[in-house]
T-cell receptor, first 114, second 116 residues
Framework: SAVISQKPSRDICQRGTSLTIQCQVDSQVTMMFWYRQQPGQSLTLIATANQGSEATYESGFVIDKFPISRPNLTFSTLTVSNMSPEDSSIYLC???????????FGDGTRLSIL | GENVEQHPSTLSVQEGDSAVIKCTYSDSASNYFPWYKQELGKRPQLIID?????GEKKDQRIAVTLNKTAKHFSLHITETQPEDSAVYFC???????????????FGSGTQLTVLP
């Protein structure tokens, strides 16, 4: 399976600031996904990062709050903007290689906002 | 869109016993059903998956069954060991654009505790 590197692994931020999370894959993948996992909860999809086009956001998530870049087939970034304590979560990227194929996750970014 | 319900939310078993976790879904177009194990502080790890053209799949002590008619799939762990203790998530994807991966919809998770 693809090796997925995500950084930073954790951060503590002040409210009102922004943080950019990077996801690097060791092979070219068509689709990259960004998920949020709030403390003690399941995973919720934020958006699908499409190479060469705008990201596709799920209901409840907007581009102004979570801008995403996907400059090539091995890299994506997620920015959490104007952070508040409610944004304290684990943010995970995952990659998929095709329909009905396994998806694998990076180690996640544990974000705490004070 | 897809929706998936997972039960139970917590499950405690004695070491050596079996554990079963069940997920039900609503969209008959769902066609791929993975299970993930997440240990505390770690990323979700894929442990087994099944596609809609298969009814059962087994990998050593882990098996997954799929009932498309009833729209449910289950994870079976036999001969449980303390290291099986973790949160288990079911997930699914539906039909998508040809050749493209699809996003996963996750169940709410099951905290499995294997008591020594």
């Amino acid at each position: 399976s693809a090796v997925i590197s995500q950084k930073p692994s954790r951060d503590i931020c002040q409210r009102g600031t922004s943080l950019t999370i990077q996801c690097q894959v060791d092979s070219q993948v068509t689709m990259m996904f960004w998920y949020r996992q709030q403390p003690g909860q399941s995973l919720t999809l934020i958006a699908t990062a499409n190479q060469g086009s705008e990201a596709t956001y799920e209901s409840g998530f907007v581009i102004d709050k979570f801008p995403i870049s996907r400059p090539n087939l091995t890299f994506s970034t997620l920015t959490v903007s104007n952070m508040s304590p409610e944004d304290s979560s684990i943010y995970l990227c995952s990659v998929g290689t095709g329909v009905s194929q396994p998806q694998h996750f990076g180690d996640g970014t544990r974000l705490s906002i004070l | 869109g897809e929706n998936v319900e997972q039960h139970p939310s917590t499950l405690s078993v004695q070491e050596g016993d079996s554990a079963v976790i069940k997920c039900t879904y609503s969209d008959s177009a769902s066609n791929y059903f993975p299970w993930y194990k997440q240990e505390l502080g770690k990323r979700p790890q894929l442990i087994i998956d099944i596609r809609s053209n298969v009814g059962e799949k087994k990998d050593q002590r882990i098996a997954v069954t799929l009932n498309k008619t009833a729209k449910h799939f289950s994870l079976h762990i036999t001969e449980t060991q303390p290291e099986d203790s973790a949160v288990y998530f079911c997930a699914l994807t539906g039909a998508g654009a040809s050749g493209s991966a699809r996003q996963l919809t996750f169940g709410s998770g099951t905290q499995l505790t294997v008591l020594p």
